[in-house]
């Protein structure tokens, strides 16, 4: 049996030596202002450094979340909708407070999902954007890892883990309105629901309990392949998708770009910020061209590369960066 070939090896990209491209096409929050088809959006909401994430879009409206410590302890999370030329609208709930804050917008912007850490796991709250309201509460577990994964048309992917089952873990799609949930597969760390993807895992002969591989959310089956590999993006196409591996280069996380049918990796960079763990900037803008985050000295951009491998700065430097849709936990 021929042996599999060796994955390429990850690349390290400085990018105040790349060529200057056009902007990333997609939307995306850095130093207070939004840029989006090539316009700028100034983002006037107090926030710690660091500290502001673009949520995504609802209604006309950008959805601002930003986090702010307070003198005696604690902090408070607050989301507000930015209009250009107009001043900050609060959104209509009061700010969270607490560890393990998590906060996505679904992607049709028609619910917000708000999360907060308690002694019995994560305590889940669907909030109807345009007015508060209560659509839905539940508790996925005593989990922390258990933050929503995607919400699109009145559904949302969740990792269960039934209280009191610690060995128990399963990939949930949940109807919040009807209170329905569906298994996908054991486990889970990535989900798309606009293109009918999940990771969940592990497929059979793969070692290790930490690997996930994909399959379908409409007719869920056993992965064609399973890897230590977090999903971040699918390509249009449903060819590719672009991850993070288990491995770090000089404190750096590895983006990975992997073939969806099989799983072969095709291209690694390091990529990010050194020492950070949390999500982290990466999509696909065509189905050959993907952009992601990178930090050097102190000052992020983005970078746009091809998959044929040039590359080239999508951004100017600055702060650090968010884009629609990414996993929120403070």
Not at 25 to 51: E, P, Y
Not at 83 to 96: C, K, S, T, Y
Not at 98 to 117: A, E, M, N, P
Not at 246 to 256: D, E, F, I
Request: glycine share 12%.
């Amino acid at each position: 049996m021929e042996a599999a070939a060796a994955p390429p090896p990850v690349r390290t990209i400085d990018p105040a030596r790349l060529r200057r491209g056009p902007d990333a096409t997609f939307a995306h929050l850095q130093d207070g202002w939004i840029h989006a088809g090539g316009r700028r959006i100034r983002v006037k909401v107090r926030a710690d450094k660091g500290r502001q994430v673009l949520l995504g879009r609802s209604d006309g409206a950008w959805i601002v979340a930003s986090w702010t410590k307070k003198r005696r302890g604690g902090a408070t999370v607050r989301v507000h909708r930015i209009r250009a030329g107009r001043a900050p609208v609060p959104m209509p709930w009061a700010g969270l407070r607490g560890s393990g804050v998590g906060i996505r917008l679904s992607r049709d912007g028609q619910q917000v999902l708000l999360t907060v850490g308690s002694r019995g796991g994560l305590d889940l709250w669907v909030l109807r954007t345009r007015d508060g309201a209560e659509i839905a509460t539940d508790t996925t577990g005593p989990s922390l890892c258990t933050q929503p994964y995607d919400a699109a048309g009145g559904r949302v992917l969740l990792h269960r883990q039934p209280a009191g089952e610690p060995d128990v873990t399963y990939a949930a799609d949940w109807a919040p309105a009807t209170g329905t949930d569906r298994r996908l597969g054991p486990g889970l760390n990535a989900g798309f629901l606009r293109q009918d993807v999940v990771f969940v895992g592990p497929a059979p002969g793969t070692p290790g309990p930490y690997a996930y591989g994909p399959t379908s959310i409409s007719a869920p089956g056993t992965p064609a392949w399973s890897a230590r590999f977090t999903a971040l993006a699918v390509s249009p196409d449903k060819k590719l998708v672009i991850g993070t591996g288990p491995r770090r280069v000089k404190r750096r996380a590895v983006l990975q770009v992997r073939r969806m049918s099989d799983g072969k990796i095709l291209q690694q960079l390091a990529y990010g910020a050194p020492g950070q763990v949390a999500d982290q900037t990466a999509r696909f803008e065509t189905s050959s061209r993907f952009v992601f985050e990178l930090t050097t000295r102190g000052r992020s951009r983005l970078v746009r590369c091809t998959t044929a491998g040039k590359c080239a700065r999508a951004s100017d430097a600055g702060g650090p960066l968010s884009a629609s849709h990414e996993l929120v936990q403070w």
